[in-house]
């Protein structure tokens, strides 16, 4: 058995990089139930384009009127749900590719070795230019969320919303105080750098934004790194953009930076659980003494490498551009509705819609075959909204004619 004091090769550091703690105890987070979130009353005004609330650490179970935080869009397609027609999960469809289950299957005869990181941690390096000392490989970019939040020793995390709420739960199942930085829909959930405290010391959010599909410019983002702050972008859905425009992934030169990226979504590996960090090498030590040994299994490690060769870049390049088509189309059905607003523009593989009573036409459509990700479990949302996963034009089509089926129904009354 290898020596577990090396096994790891974490990259020693004697410094506490922007409110991370080196010593942070290793085990990933707890997967308990959902954390708090904003109670009655907590909405922000809609004539006000942001609203802070703050909240103190605590149990991790919901209280009354809390956002669910740990629900997603597979619990839409679990058990009688398994057969619907999925448009909840933001997961490509039809993946992954023959050729990368191929190269993952060719990895099981090596399962009896211990996974070995370094061919992958070049890879995504190479991948995004930049030194390998900078590269965190884990189990998911949700497991980087959980290592964040059991290594910050700061006083001030703000999560700007809506977004995915697996930051804010990992936060508050560590027992820190969390304060939420709410963009508002007259304001087309766009983002200003001026609505996060100067005081914060850990702000996370989303670009390309699950669930408003918004792209912030990398420019604002990067006005909110500074020396004591980490600066947590989530980039999971980065590579549905063509061209990865505003990605902040290749810059070395902003303090305090973590981006995280997800294979998951383009390359179809939610079961494989692959993802990475990238930030300054303290940073990443930092991180990395918070994993268990051997984090990432070598299947895994195998779809890594894989996924950040040339010839798989340039398929997810092209798998962008025509996804953007297919948004296009969807939206375009969407606008034949008067009940149904789109929240644009859109730039990730999924968009955001608002209907008056978006429960009932949720659970009508589940029984027409459709399955739709449920918009109230996010802070800053309410019960009209829905989230609608891009798929291809005969799909759409197919999903808005049951839609104009329950529509219908509804204005019959």
């Known amino acids: 058995m290898p020596d577990p004091q090396t096994?790891?090769?974490?990259?020693?550091?004697?410094?506490?990089?922007?409110?991370?703690?080196?010593?942070?105890?290793?085990?990933?987070?707890?997967?308990?139930?959902?954390?708090?979130?904003?109670?009655?009353?907590?909405?922000?005004?809609?004539?006000?384009?942001?609203?802070?609330?703050?909240?103190?650490?605590?149990?991790?179970?919901?209280?009354?009127?809390?956002?669910?935080?740990?629900?997603?869009?597979?619990?839409?397609?679990?058990?009688?749900?398994?057969?619907?027609?999925?448009?909840?999960?933001?997961?490509?469809?039809?993946?992954?590719?023959?050729?990368?289950?191929?190269?993952?299957?060719?990895?099981?005869?090596?399962?009896?070795?211990?996974?070995?990181?370094?061919?992958?941690?070049?890879?995504?390096?190479?991948?995004?230019?930049?030194?390998?000392?900078?590269?965190?490989?884990?189990?998911?970019?949700?497991?980087?969320?959980v290592l964040v939040a059991r290594a910050f020793r700061g006083r001030r995390a703000v999560v700007v919303h809506p977004q995915f709420t697996e930051p804010e739960a990992a936060l508050r199942d560590a027992g820190h105080a969390v304060e939420q930085v709410v963009l508002n829909e007259e304001d087309g959930f766009r983002f200003r750098p001026d609505a996060v405290p100067e005081d914060a010391d850990l702000v996370v959010v989303g670009n390309p934004t699950n669930p408003t599909s918004v792209l912030h410019p990398a420019d604002d983002l990067a006005r909110l790194a500074r020396p004591g702050r980490i600066l947590v972008v989530d980039e999971a859905f980065m590579d549905a953009v063509p061209g990865e425009r505003e990605s902040l992934a290749s810059r070395t030169d902003l303090p305090g930076l973590v981006v995280l990226r997800s294979l998951?979504?383009?390359?179809?590996?939610?079961?494989?659980?692959?993802?990475?960090?990238?930030?300054?090498?303290?940073?990443?030590?930092?991180?990395?003494?918070?994993?268990?040994?051997?984090?990432?299994?070598?299947?895994?490690?195998?779809?890594?490498?894989?996924?950040?060769?040339?010839?798989?870049?340039?398929?997810?390049?092209?798998?962008?551009?025509?996804?953007?088509?297919?948004?296009?189309?969807?939206?375009?059905?969407?606008?034949?509705?008067d009940e149904v607003r789109v929240c644009q523009p859109a730039a990730g593989p999924f968009v955001l819609l608002r209907v008056a009573g978006a429960d009932a036409v949720r659970e009508r459509l589940r029984d027409l075959g459709y399955a739709v990700r449920r918009g109230d479990t996010f802070p800053g949302l309410g019960p009209d909204w829905l989230r609608v996963a891009v798929r291809d034009r005969g799909t759409t089509d197919r999903f808005t004619e049951a839609l104009a089926e329950v529509l219908a129904e509804r204005r019959a009354g």
Request: hydrophobic letters at 40%; one cysteine or more.
């Open 7 to 145: 096994a790891h090769q974490p990259q020693a550091t004697a410094e506490v990089t922007a409110g991370l703690d080196p010593h942070a105890a290793p085990g990933r987070g707890s997967g308990r139930g959902p954390g708090p979130g904003p109670g009655p009353g907590e909405t922000p005004h809609p004539g006000t384009p942001y609203a802070h609330t703050p909240y103190a650490p605590g149990a991790p179970g919901a209280r009354p009127g809390a956002h669910d935080l740990r629900h997603h869009g597979d619990a839409e397609v679990r058990g009688a749900g398994a057969g619907l027609t999925d448009l909840a999960v933001n997961v490509r469809a039809g993946t992954p590719p023959t050729w990368l289950k191929a190269r993952i299957a060719s990895s099981l005869d090596g399962l009896a070795v211990y996974p070995d990181q370094r061919s992958a941690r070049q890879a995504v390096a190479v991948r995004h230019e930049l030194p390998v000392d900078r590269v965190l490989l884990t189990a998911g970019a949700a497991e980087a969320f």
């Open 264 to 337: 998951t979504k383009t390359w179809g590996l939610a079961g494989l659980r692959i993802g990475y960090a990238l930030a300054e090498p303290g940073m990443v030590s930092a991180l990395e003494q918070a994993q268990p040994l051997w984090p990432v299994s070598a299947p895994a490690l195998t779809a890594a490498e894989a996924c950040s060769a040339p010839p798989a870049l340039a398929e997810a390049a092209h798998t962008a551009h025509h996804l953007a088509s297919d948004r296009s189309h969807l939206i375009a059905r969407l606008a034949e509705f």
